[in-house]
């Protein structure tokens, strides 16, 4: 009988950083931050799925060449488990639209080190890391691994 393989979905996020150190957080509905993201699309680059996310969420448009991987983070609170890729694209100034008209998610930009409080634990943990250089975590119920 062949071995069982893991699956994982794979969401992308974008840590959109501007000249001033500042990085663009969304507010969602129920009030906790999030970095502008989207799952992966069957068949899609991560980079080209990025760019879409940048564009679908924020407005703004770049090339799929512009993100660089800055994180990637194993979030195995359930059964499937979810891989985050994390991609940096860092600009002079960003003015991402206000609201997201589907979500009703507003964009505001935070200093790296005043970032709010109510932030998911697993996005937390991947801005946590990124300053680093860690290029790899892991969050859920068994305790947390960590390589550079």
């Not at 501007?18 to 507010?27: F, H, K, S, Y």
């Not at 970095?35 to 760019?51: D, F, I, Y």
């Amino acid at each position: 009988m062949p071995e069982q393989r893991h699956t994982s979905d794979v969401d992308l996020y974008l840590l959109l950083c501007d000249a001033r150190g500042q990085i663009v957080l969304g507010q969602q509905a129920d009030g906790r931050y999030q970095l502008p993201g989207r799952p992966l699309a069957p068949g899609e680059a991560a980079t080209r799925g990025a760019v879409r996310a940048l564009a679908g969420q924020t407005g703004n448009h770049a090339d799929p060449k512009e993100p660089r991987l800055v994180h990637a983070l194993h979030h195995h609170d359930n059964s499937q488990g979810r891989l985050a890729l994390v991609f940096e694209i860092t600009r002079h100034h960003w003015e991402p639209a206000q609201p997201h008209p589907d979500t009703g998610t507003s964009w505001e930009h935070f200093s790296d080190s005043k970032l709010p409080g109510n932030i998911a634990l697993f996005m937390k943990a991947a801005l946590k890391h990124t300053p680093q250089g860690r290029l790899y975590s892991e969050h859920g119920r068994e305790p947390i691994a960590e390589t550079q």
